[in-house]
């Protein structure tokens, strides 16, 4: 299995804390085309098999699975909203 860079790590730690935090104050300005964005890089990081793996990655698999229940939670929201 290949080593995570602790930089690497981070980064993506920060981006999925950054857009779960955008979704939750205020995704009614994500346009259609940003909602892609957003799916497609969840998409990559649960696709990701190896990511999920190891224990030191837990903390990579656990900012997935609180943006993927944010993502759905507003999905839900949204949806009720709008009927």
Known sequence: MPEVDTERLEYNVCV????????????????AY??????????????DDESCVSCVNSYLCIHTCILFS???YMFQKLNITQH
Request: charged share 20%.
């Open 16 to 31: 999925m804390r950054y857009l779960a935090q955008l979704i939750r104050e205020c995704p009614d300005i994500l346009s």
């Open 34 to 47: 940003q909602w892609d964005f957003v799916l497609l890089t969840l998409d990559g990081w649960v696709g």
């Open 70 to 72: 944010t993502v759905l």
